[in-house]
Nanobody, 119 residues
Framework: QVQLVESGGGLVQPGGSLTLSCAGS????????MGWYRQAPGKERELVAR???????NYADSVKGRFIISRDNDKNTIFLQLNSLKPEDTAVYYC?????????????WGQGTQVTVSS
């Protein structure tokens, strides 16, 4: 079993910054990819950013140059620094861990943390 616990969401003004954290525990393999997804009301969940255990990263076009993902492998923890926030960044942000077991990719999710960008 894998558990993911997010923290750091909240209300921030446009142009502001926020940092999200996600701590993983349980049966986490050394080779994995962790990432952040978000879901706004009435929209599908979308990838925001992800980072592999080798620290290779991918970002959604909408957040490139504004958000930074990082990780601490020793603590199975990832961070998402959100800068220059816009109202359209408002969403529930979910932490994800993907790892392969017996030839199958398994996805684990956190409970989500709300980010609201509003003046």
């Amino acid at each position: 079993q894998v558990q993911l616990v997010e923290s750091g969401g909240g209300l921030v003004q446009p142009g502001g910054s926020l940092t999200l954290s996600c701590a993983g525990s349980g049966s986490i393999f050394a080779i994995n990819t962790m990432g952040w997804y978000r879901q706004a009301p009435g929209k599908e969940r979308e990838l925001v950013a992800r980072i592999s255990n080798t620290r290779s990263t991918n970002y959604a076009d909408s957040v490139k140059g504004r958000f930074i993902i990082s990780r601490d492998n020793d603590k199975n923890t990832i961070f998402l620094q959100l800068n220059s926030l816009k109202p359209e960044d408002t969403a529930v942000y979910y932490c994800n861990l993907r790892q392969r077991s017996w030839g199958t990719d398994n996805d684990y999710w956190g409970q989500g943390t709300q980010v609201t960008v509003s003046s």
